[in-house]
């Protein structure tokens, strides 16, 4: 069964104009669990076939405005999809198994493209600073769709935590394999005194995770502007 295929056949019935919220919501939450699932269950196969492939690496570059944000949320969906990602430079190390890197790179510039789109609609109050207003705003967006992104792969792990710690050191080692001094970026994400997070994050726990029709074109446009 192809992964990709079946998330966005889900995602293309939540964005049916004949569907309602729920059912959206219903389908998106189905697509993000499918997604994570499929995940574990190349991870047992893998360890069941003794299989001897290693982790491997893919480079994503950084690039501004808000590129701590879009950092965030690389590792936000790295960190939860089997990854780990190390900043060195203007570039960003993903580090996973080649199956756990199609899909954070399929889930992360689908929703760096819906991020911008809808920040680009967010209302900023007067005599507030558009910049502090768009920066909280898009950090409540990665929590919220962190949030959903988890509890989906909660709900996929179930009795396979031990395969997953076996994995994870694995890809620990990679990591160290190629760096010697390793920074490892961190995804945590402090709620802001602005308004816009919980706005930003509502937009976040709405999000269709896995939806690829936007495309990396929308994705690498400028946020906030």
Do not use: C
Request: overall charge positive.
């Amino acid at each position: 069964m192809d992964w990709r295929k079946v998330a966005q056949d889900l995602l293309n019935k939540a964005s049916h104009r004949n569907t309602t919220k729920a059912e959206a919501d219903a389908y998106q939450e189905k697509a993000m669990y499918i997604m994570a699932k499929f995940g574990i269950d190349e991870a047992m196969l893998r360890q069941k076939e003794h299989s001897t492939e290693k982790p491997k690496f893919r480079l994503f570059k950084k690039f501004r405005p808000y590129s701590n944000i879009k950092l965030m949320l690389l590792t936000s969906v790295a960190n939860i999809l089997g990854g780990r990602v190390v900043e060195s430079g203007l570039d960003w190390y993903v580090f996973a198994y080649e199956q756990d890197l199609e899909r954070i790179q399929f889930l992360y510039f689908s929703l760096l493209a819906q991020m911008h789109i809808e920040s680009a609609e967010v209302k900023v109050p007067q005599a507030m600073s558009k910049r502090a207003y768009t920066d909280s705003w898009l950090k409540g967006f990665v929590f919220g769709v962190a949030s959903r992104l988890d509890t989906a792969y909660r709900r996929a792990t179930g009795n396979g935590q031990e395969l997953v710690l076996m994995r994870d050191a694995q890809i620990e080692q990679a990591m160290h394999d190629k760096f010697n001094n390793i920074k490892k970026n961190s995804s945590h994400i402090k709620p802001s005194d602005y308004g816009a997070f919980g706005s930003g994050a509502a937009s976040g726990l709405r999000a269709d995770i896995g939806q690829d029709r936007l495309g990396k074109t929308a994705a690498s446009k400028p946020l906030g502007n």
